[in-house]
């Protein structure tokens, strides 16, 4: 063994402590380094009797965005629609909030387009607000997505940078008018399957359930409506965090932006992974982050110039990545043709990878230094 892959090793042997100290009882990592999977580590069991290995599936929450986003410009790639067409030539509704008087900055929802949904510049809010669509009357895709589409728009598009699930919601409801299949379809004729991936799943079977370790502290926790792990949960297969996937598929996925694996084009490939957003302020309103400027990509977000990043210090600013709420972190760093995804099991809203100890930062910073020796 070189002192690099001993390095590595040394890196990723981190997630064995996460199982003892955060409360997290699942954990896996994978590292892609120059066109592979080069190392991998898991830690802590799917269940009782059943330790997590390479055939775990996390569920991804957010890490689900840019798999759509890579599904969208795919139609961008065939000539389906443009980054700049309104998108209400597909979703024609959409010109007109759902139950609520219009804002002062709804004349500018005909003007939005792919470009703006895809680097969370549409003006569209995160979320819902609480109560105006409880989660116990278990509403389906297409009632939940009405409802975060119809919200009347926070500001003028393409003024600031908001996180937005709203946004992601109406790309998958695009991606369904443009093409007349269910987006997940789209993601496997047009993405996995080019790339051999089988462990990226949406809706997952009753084989592959049994794979999937329980998140924990999901909202609604025991209902049959509970985040994540319910039944209903899972066969909602939103667009903004639906999958469940393995580590070794996910850094596969974005492993292929830098090897040119990937079946979008190169164009479509550097625009995905490049800062998108035109220099806007912005952020997480759910995570209390704001950065100025807000660098994004199309799915993508671009770590460029941010301080305190999930990330690490090591990276370089021309990191793209995405996290998501259930303990999922995925990231690609040019740099260095790398890229890592490194899974837990408990919720992000406890912040164990950023306190007491910054995890996702330690463990990024160890794998960029074990590479780079």
Not at 19 to 44: L, M
Not at 272 to 278: E, L, N, P, S
Request: aromatic share 8%; glycine share 10%.
């Amino acid at each position: 063994m070189t002192g690099r892959q001993r390095g590595v090793e040394r890196a990723l042997a981190q997630i064995d402590g996460w199982i003892v100290e955060s409360g997290v009882t699942a954990a896996a990592a994978a590292v892609w380094h120059r066109g592979d999977v080069v190392a991998e580590r898991y830690a802590g069991d799917v269940r009782l009797g059943k330790p997590v290995d390479a055939g775990t599936l996390f569920s991804l929450a957010s890490v689900t965005k840019p798999v759509t986003a890579a599904v969208a410009m795919s139609l961008v790639d065939e000539g389906l629609i443009g980054l700049d067409e309104p998108v209400t030539r597909f979703v024609p509704e959409f010109a007109r909030t759902t139950g609520d008087e219009p804002g002062p900055f709804d004349a500018g929802r005909r003007l939005i387009g792919l470009r703006q949904l895809l680097s969370h510049t549409s003006g569209l809010p995160e979320d819902l607000p609480p109560g105006r669509l409880p989660s116990r009357g278990m509403p389906d895709l297409s009632a939940i997505t009405d409802a975060l589409t119809g919200q009347p728009l926070a500001y003028e598009p393409g003024t600031q940078l908001i996180y937005s699930n709203a946004g992601f919601a109406l790309l998958g409801r695009v991606v369904e008018r443009i093409t007349g299949n269910d987006p997940w379809e789209e993601a496997r004729d047009r993405i996995l399957d080019p790339l051999g991936l089988t462990d990226i799943v949406a809706r997952p079977d009753e084989a592959a359930v049994y794979r999937i370790p329980a998140v924990s502290d999901a909202r609604n926790a025991g209902t049959a409506h509970e985040g994540y792990n319910s039944a209903y949960s899972r066969g909602l297969a939103m667009p903004w965090a639906g999958l469940v996937g393995s580590a070794p598929n996910l850094a596969r996925f974005a492993g292929s932006f830098l090897s040119g694996a990937s079946p979008l084009s190169r164009t479509t490939r550097s625009m995905m992974t490049a800062d998108q957003a035109g220099g806007v302020t912005g952020g997480v309103q759910s995570m209390r982050v704001t950065w100025e400027p807000a660098h994004w990509g199309f799915g993508w977000e671009v770590k460029g110039a941010k301080r305190r990043h999930w990330t690490g210090e090591l990276t370089s600013p021309a990191t793209f990545c995405h996290f998501g709420a259930t303990g999922t972190l995925l990231w690609a760093d040019p740099a260095h043709d790398l890229a890592l995804a490194v899974f837990g099991n408990r919720m992000t809203t406890h912040l164990w990878p950023f306190v007491p100890a910054a995890r996702w930062a330690r463990l990024s910073n160890a794998l960029v230094a074990a590479v780079d020796r």
